[in-house]
């Protein structure tokens, strides 16, 4: 995504000017601190935090986030402050992803990862699933011309799967990374199925930014039953675990992961 930091403080500074102290958080994640932004492809995912959300709060925030989307931006996760404080279970993927690279341009910091629970991690991460793999099928049935419309479908859809994957192998005890080859590589031997369809989506993402398959193409096969193996992988995990992590401590019901410093960035 081109200048992709200078987008975002952008829109910080809108809200910075709009809410004033209202404002209490925005934060970037995902690809972009990761270090691993796709310019022009990847979204640039931003959680927004204000003191409370109204009526007369959507028509403030309204003008700005209308021409933020007009300019092709995704949308930002915008929630209150008190909404923030109760969504460690419906929220857990994405704050799992924050504790591992996050970029906090205004305000505090509002992840605290030790909320996060292994019943809501993969409450969460098994719900999303079926629901993604649902609306693929259904969009591969009925929103496809030919093997561009296929394509395209299989490298939107991947950054959801990365993010399964990833969460994934936080339940399996295990710190996923920063770097998405990795973490499919790893993903694939967790949940015993192979690497290569995604490996191929990602490569074809990261690199030309485009990809043809029909419907009955080897890759949309093995796509598909990758996603599969990754649903049955965890729904066969039990609702709640107390155990140890990869580092020995013990979970007590909690995901906990130590985060370099250097994977977190701070506000000004």
């Known amino acids: 995504m081109a200048d992709a930091r200078t987008t975002a403080a952008k829109l910080t500074a809108h809200f910075r000017t709009t809410f004033a102290d209202e404002l209490r958080s925005v934060v970037v994640f995902g690809s972009l601190p990761r270090g691993e932004a796709i310019p022009g492809v990847s979204d640039l995912n931003l959680l927004v935090l204000l003191e409370s959300i109204t009526a007369p709060t959507l028509v403030r925030a309204g003008p700005v986030l209308q021409q933020w989307i007009r300019q092709g931006n995704t949308p930002p996760y915008l929630y209150s402050w008190e909404e923030w404080g ?152 039990p609702a709640d675990y107390s155990g140890p992590n990869s580092d020995g401590q013990r979970r007590s019901g909690h995901v906990f992961r130590a985060v370099p410093d250097s994977a977190v960035g701070a506000a000004p």
Do not use: C, K
């Open 86 to 237: 109760g969504m460690q279970d419906s929220f857990a993927i994405e704050i799992s992803d924050m504790n591992d690279a996050r970029e906090v341009l205004w305000g505090v910091d509002p992840v605290v990862v030790d909320s996060l629970t292994y019943a809501g991690l993969r409450q969460q991460t098994e719900r999303e699933i079926r629901d993604t793999l649902l609306h693929l099928r259904l969009r591969l049935m009925v929103a496809t011309s030919g093997p561009s419309d296929v394509g395209s479908l299989l490298l939107s859809g991947f950054p959801s799967f990365n993010a399964y994957m990833r969460a994934a192998l936080r339940l399996a005890g295990q710190s996923p990374g920063l770097e998405t080859r990795p973490v499919i590589e790893r993903a694939a031997q967790l949940i015993g199925t192979d690497a290569t369809p995604m490996l191929t989506v990602y490569e074809a993402r990261r690199t030309t930014h485009r990809l043809e398959a029909g419907l009955t193409d080897t890759l949309v096969q093995q796509y598909l039953e990758f996603a599969r193996a990754l649903l049955q992988h965890v729904d066969a995990l």
